[in-house]
């Protein structure tokens, strides 16, 4: 069974409109921890956030904003005034503590900002 | 600035012969992970160390690839003999601590088997 989901195979936005990254994810276990990494048209994978399980406030952090809610199973992922240096693939990702922390990852979602 | 390093960045070559690719973790972290990406399949874990000892490997197809760390400084992932279904990219990624910390990628192996 798929453990992380990103519905959105592929969003398309107009520089500087809001945007919202979709993830649901699937766990049995009460400790276990949710990223987003950044894929750039580089290639490198790129760490923006961790959280964990205990901790449902939500962050933000510039322009990026993160909304994790447990009664969903939802860590999704907001851009404010998209950029055309936001257009990347992201990835959602989740550890279990059950599962030895071994990382799943989700589909991805690609997102490009027109200027 | 620390990063992952990984050899070769690009690959070329023929359908039965061995490839190799290398990877130097961040020094100080303890986890290492290889993935696969692919357009159908996405990023599949190949293999996952910790401490240098291998804790899941179940995403590796065993007959004909393998990943060893011979050191704290390098990671290695073998494929023989190598087949056109191989060609991806192939990520190493290391991390501190266990694995529920942050990943830091390299830049990727780009692997074409003709």
């Known amino acids: 069974a798929q453990k992380v989901t990103q519905a959105q195979t592929e969003i398309s936005v107009v520089e500087k409109e809001d945007v919202t990254l979709d993830c649901v994810y699937e766990?049995?276990?009460?400790?276990?921890?949710l990223f987003w990494y950044k894929q750039p048209p580089s290639g490198e994978l790129v760490f923006l956030i961790r959280?964990?399980?205990?901790?449902?406030q939500n962050e933000i952090s510039g322009r990026y904003s993160w909304n994790f809610q447990k009664s969903t199973s939802s860590f999704n992922f907001t851009i404010t005034a998209s950029q055309v240096v936001d257009s990347a693939v992201y990835f959602c990702?989740?550890?279990?503590?059950?599962?030895?922390?071994?990382?799943?990852f989700g589909r991805g979602t690609s997102l490009i900002v027109h200027p | 600035d620390a990063r992952v390093t990984q050899t070769p960045r690009d690959k070329v070559t023929e359908m039965g012969q061995e490839v190799t690719m290398r990877c130097q973790p961040i020094?100080?972290?303890?986890?290492v992970f290889w993935y696969r990406q692919t357009m159908m399949q996405g990023l599949e874990l190949l293999a996952y160390?910790?401490?240098?000892?291998?804790?899941?490997d179940s995403g590796m197809p065993k007959d004909r690839f393998s990943a060893e760390m011979p050191d704290a400084t390098l990671a290695t992932l073998k494929i023989q003999p190598s087949e056109p279904r191989d060609s991806a990219v192939y990520f190493c990624?290391?991390?501190?601590?266990?694995?529920?910390?942050?990943?830091?990628f390299g830049p990727g192996t780009r692997l074409t088997v003709l």
């Open positions: 990624a290391s991390g501190p601590g266990q694995g529920y910390n942050e990943q830091f």
């Open positions: 766990t049995r276990d009460t400790t276990y921890y």
């Open positions: 959280r964990n399980s205990f901790d449902e």
């Open positions: 990702a989740l550890s279990e503590a059950g599962g030895s922390y071994i990382p799943t």
């Open positions: 020094l100080g972290h303890n986890t």
């Open positions: 160390f910790r401490n240098r000892a291998p804790l899941d």
